[in-house]
C-alpha cells in the first residue's frame, strides 16, 4: 500500500483516531463549562459538541497552523464530545496530535471535580485516502470492539512470576525472555489503555501514540510484522 496516498487530516497529521474517555462527576457543570468555551458549539444534528479549531484553542500548534488553513475552510472541526451518559464522557479526535494537544488543554479548561481523563482507545493503522475520505472515528470505534491492555497488569504479572525465584540473574533472565514475549506481540486493530497524565503528564502518553504511528507506518509500508521489540531494538541501536 505504500504507493497509495494515506489519508490526512487537513491540520496535517496522519488520520490515526484516537477517543479519550472522560469520567463525569458533576453534569451540570460540564455543560456550564462547555458553553463557556467559544471554540465549543452544541452540534443537535449528531447530539454532540465540536472542538473547533478557533478561539481559545487558535493557538494550538499543528503540522498546518490556523493560518495556513483556507478561509472557506473556517471554523475547521478538530474533536467531537459525545456524552453517552450522565458519568461517561468521550471526545473523538482525528489523529494522535489531536489527541495529545487536547488532553491538556481541556485539563486547563475542565476542573477535575468535573470530569476526569480514565483511558484512551486508538485505532493501530493508517487508511488510504482514495478509499477512505469521509471515514469518522466514531465509525471506527462504534463498530468494533477495542482490546484493553494494561502495561502495570502486564508488569505485575512478571512480577508474580519471578517471584519464587531465588537466583538475581535467573530472576532478570525470566523477566526480559517475558518482556521481549509480549513487545514482540502484534498489536489489536483498535486498543484501549489507561492514560495517567494527572500523575505522569503527557510525555508517557504521547510517548505511546507516537510508537503506535510508528508501527503502523512500517504496517503500511509493507512490514507487517513489525512490533514494540522492532521500536525498541531501533531505539537502542540509535543510541
Same mark, same amino acid.
Given at each position: 500500500?505504500?504507493?497509495?496516498?494515506?489519508?490526512?487530516?487537513?491540520?496535517?497529521?496522519?488520520?490515526? $483516531?484516537?477517543?479519550?474517555?472522560?469520567?463525569?462527576?458533576?453534569?451540570?457543570?460540564?455543560?456550564?463549562?462547555?458553553?463557556?468555551?467559544?471554540?465549543?458549539?452544541?452540534?443537535?444534528?449528531?447530539?454532540?459538541?465540536?472542538?473547533?479549531? =478557533?478561539?481559545?484553542?487558535?493557538?494550538?500548534?499543528?503540522?498546518?497552523?490556523?493560518?495556513?488553513?483556507?478561509?472557506?475552510?473556517?471554523?475547521?472541526?478538530?474533536?467531537?464530545?459525545?456524552? !453517552?451518559?450522565?458519568?461517561?464522557?468521550?471526545?473523538?479526535? !482525528?489523529?494522535?496530535? !489531536?489527541? /495529545?494537544?487536547?488532553?491538556?488543554?481541556?485539563?486547563?479548561?475542565? $476542573?477535575?471535580?468535573?470530569?476526569?481523563?480514565?483511558?484512551?482507545?486508538?485505532?493501530?493503522?493508517?487508511?488510504?485516502?482514495?478509499?477512505?475520505?469521509?471515514?469518522?472515528?466514531?465509525?471506527?470505534?462504534?463498530?468494533?470492539?477495542?482490546?484493553?491492555? =494494561?502495561?502495570?497488569?502486564?508488569?505485575?504479572?512478571?512480577?508474580?512470576?519471578?517471584?519464587?525465584?531465588?537466583? $538475581?540473574?535467573?530472576?532478570?533472565?525470566?523477566?526480559?525472555?517475558?518482556?521481549?514475549?509480549?513487545?514482540?506481540?502484534?498489536? $489489536?486493530?483498535?486498543? !484501549?489503555?489507561?492514560?495517567?497524565?494527572?500523575?505522569?503528564? @503527557?510525555?508517557?502518553?504521547?510517548?505511546?501514540?507516537?510508537?503506535?504511528? @510508528?508501527?503502523?507506518?512500517?504496517?503500511?509500508?509493507?512490514?507487517?510484522?513489525? /512490533?514494540?521489540?522492532?521500536?525498541?531494538?531501533?531505539?537502542?541501536?540509535?543510541?
Amino acid at each position: 500500500m505504500a504507493d497509495e496516498p494515506i489519508l490526512a487530516t487537513l491540520t496535517g497529521e496522519y488520520f490515526q $483516531p484516537v477517543r479519550l474517555h472522560y469520567r463525569v462527576f458533576d453534569h451540570e457543570g460540564l455543560v456550564r463549562v462547555f458553553k463557556k468555551l467559544c471554540c465549543l458549539e452544541y452540534d443537535r444534528t449528531q447530539q454532540r459538541w465540536v472542538w473547533l479549531y =478557533d478561539h481559545e484553542a487558535k493557538s494550538l500548534r499543528f503540522q498546518q497552523s490556523y493560518a495556513q488553513i483556507p478561509k472557506q475552510l473556517h471554523p475547521l472541526v478538530i474533536g467531537s464530545f459525545f456524552l !453517552r451518559s450522565k458519568d461517561k464522557l468521550l471526545l473523538d479526535l !482525528r489523529s494522535c496530535k !489531536r489527541a /495529545t494537544l487536547a488532553v491538556p488543554f481541556f485539563d486547563k479548561h475542565l $476542573p477535575r471535580s468535573v470530569t476526569k481523563l480514565t483511558e484512551a482507545e486508538v485505532v493501530n493503522k493508517l487508511f488510504s485516502a482514495t478509499e477512505n475520505a469521509k471515514l469518522t472515528p466514531h465509525a471506527l470505534f462504534d463498530l468494533k470492539a477495542s482490546t484493553c491492555r =494494561d502495561p502495570d497488569a502486564a508488569m505485575q504479572s512478571v512480577i508474580e512470576r519471578i517471584a519464587h525465584v531465588q537466583d $538475581p540473574e535467573k530472576k532478570l533472565q525470566i523477566a526480559l525472555e517475558d518482556m521481549e514475549c509480549v513487545a514482540k506481540q502484534p498489536l $489489536p486493530d483498535i486498543e !484501549r489503555f489507561p492514560v495517567c497524565n494527572y500523575e505522569e503528564g @503527557i510525555q508517557a502518553f504521547e510517548t505511546a501514540l507516537q510508537i503506535r504511528q @510508528i508501527i503502523a507506518l512500517q504496517h503500511w509500508l509493507g512490514n507487517t510484522g513489525y /512490533t514494540f521489540f522492532d521500536v525498541f531494538q531501533s531505539m537502542q541501536n540509535s543510541m
